[in-house]
């Protein structure tokens, strides 16, 4: 299979990690960044580098933006050159256009350009930190629809020790169980402790729900908040 | 070495050893109980809050885990595994 091709444009802190993971994940990374030093510094990670203006056509054309399967945008700094580059990318066909924005007025301008996904990392972490912060106990949460979530949560004190079926999670808290995961205390051949994470992925309605076990559920928000007590 | 030392040092191990199988064994109280005895004989023994921290941490305790891998990198900067954990806890990838 033909390995996908990116093109980040931008190579501040987000592009450039951008860069390198999506290199980890064996794709294709064209980097572009008007700074021959950070151009520099990334090019023994990602397929090619180039050092261009990506407010000039012309330069990215020639260096092949148009070939790629999705370009990121990320230039932080100036709006200006993020629009401009954005509108260039988009005049030249690319299919998938995503934008790093770094302010409302940003992405509303993205959208109305077509861009294809925007996204706001500084409003997205801010978010999550506050989440984390006010609920402790909800480790991670993935917004599936405006009304439902799918969230990875300490198991209540009231439901230990009890079987899935015998929980109650559905009927009291209206919400599903979909995945388990558990600490295990491991002694490794060096005699040193560790722990060792399992998933169950598939639990049963008679799998019994220990202290401490972390819960992967489904369900509305307001049952969710219900959960997390 | 004389026997006090001896004696200090062997009831230090084994209230280690005897933690560790607690710990294993899901006793989680009564492991605390033994590394804590390992810090009354010894405050400057890593491995005792280490395993502490490990035990916080399985217990979804992560405050005081970190706080316990950090007193363990007080004493032992150089101690690989708890800055592993340490890191992994707080969000750095190592």
Redesign the interface.
Known sequence: MKKKQFAIIGLGTFGYNVAVELVKKDMQVLAIDNDSETVNRISRFVTQALVADATDEKAMEDAGVADCDSVVISIGGNIETSILSTLIVKELGVKNVILKSSSRWHSKVAAKLGVDIVVYPEFEMAKKLVDNIVM??ILEQIELSKDYNLVEV?APKEIWGKTIKNSGVRNNYGVNIIAMRK?I???DDD?????KEEVNMMPGPDDEIS??D?LVVIGSVKSLVKLRG | MSNDIKNTVSNEANHIELGKFYFLNNKYDEAVSEFKKVLEINPGNAEAYYNIGLIKESSNQMDEAREMYSKALTVKPDYKIVRVRLNKLIGIKS
Do not use: V
């Not at chain 1, 005699?191 to 722990?195: P, R, Y």
């Open positions: 402790p106990n300490i600490r205390p491991i002694i005699g040193q402790s560790d722990i202290q401490n972390i």
